[in-house]
């Protein structure tokens, strides 16, 4: 069983309540398996997720989410069409427009366990800039996705597309406005975003 089935059981979705380790920049690595250190670290850097391991708890998960923030009226700006067909019976209403949209809706490439952050692409970003997306995310992703470091990301996406690497790839680390830390060459300049994750359990 995976350290998220372990935290919060097989037949009732949590929010993220593992406790976050307050480590400066330059402690050694946590020697945990990438579970749990991605879960740690994503936590630090002010992230918030729901565990589901159904469809019916994902799609309780979001609208969980829509309640709490009280989004029910507000457009979610996607950018993928099979993300829009898999919740489209969800009452959620989908724009392609950013500007008119309080929340950005994604799939994701990895969740990097080394810094609790999330690699995107183009697949996701298409041309757009992350200064240019709403402040509010929900990203959709399954535990499979999850990868040591950021390397171990990078090597992943090479070899699934080959000769067809998506462009504008970065990472989103900072769910926070208040939390500073070092950028990495691929965060570099990214805004911080108040981000949930829709965690799916598919291994």
């Known amino acids: 069983m995976s350290i998220f089935g372990k935290l919060f059981g097989t037949s009732k979705k949590k929010s993220s309540d593992a406790p976050a380790e307050n480590r400066g920049v330059h402690m050694p690595e946590l020697d ?57 019976n969800e009452h959620i209403s989908f724009s392609k427009s950013a500007k008119k949209s309080t929340v950005f809706f994604t799939t994701c490439e990895h969740l990097i366990a080394q810094n609790g952050s999330i690699l995107i692409s183009s697949n996701q970003l298409k041309e757009r800039k992350m200064n240019e997306l709403p402040e509010n995310f929900i990203v959709y992703a399954t535990t499979s996705q999850l990868t040591a470091s950021l390397g171990d990301g990078l090597k992943s996406i090479k070899k699934k597309y080959q000769g067809s690497i998506p462009a504008n790839i970065t990472t989103i680390k900072h769910f926070q406005s208040n939390i500073k830390e070092e950028d990495d060459f691929l965060s570099y300049g990214s805004t911080a975003k108040n981000l949930y994750l829709i965690l799916m359990e598919d291994l």
Do not use: H, M
């Open 32 to 88: 945990l398996p990438i579970d749990e250190k991605f879960t740690i670290y994503f936590k630090k850097n002010g992230g918030k997720f729901i565990y589901c391991d159904s469809d019916d708890e994902v799609s309780s998960a979001l609208q969980n989410i829509v309640e709490e923030n009280d989004w029910r009226d507000n457009s979610f700006f996607s950018l993928d069409d099979r993300l829009e067909k898999k919740f489209a």
